[in-house]
């Protein structure tokens, strides 16, 4: 279950402007980067209404080191 789990929580939409997962932003941080800036970038997510920045922030703040 644990694993069922970790797969639906990456599988979730994040911005829903424009469909970005998790799994996405989690690639783009994969591929280096390290910002709101770069991940707006990257995928665009976070260019339309905003609303989804702080969870994108959330998202960096865990996964970058």
Do not use: W
Not at 1 to 16: A, G, H, T
Not at 49 to 55: L, P, S, T, Y
């Amino acid at each position: 279950k644990l694993i069922y789990r970790r797969n639906k929580m990456e599988d979730r939409v994040v911005c829903s402007c424009l469909d970005v997962t998790y799994n996405t932003i989690k690639e783009a941080i994969e591929n280096g980067a390290k910002t709101l800036d770069d991940i707006k970038d990257e995928t665009e997510a976070g260019t339309i209404c905003g609303m989804c920045e702080d969870e994108i922030q959330e998202i960096l703040d865990e996964l970058v080191k």
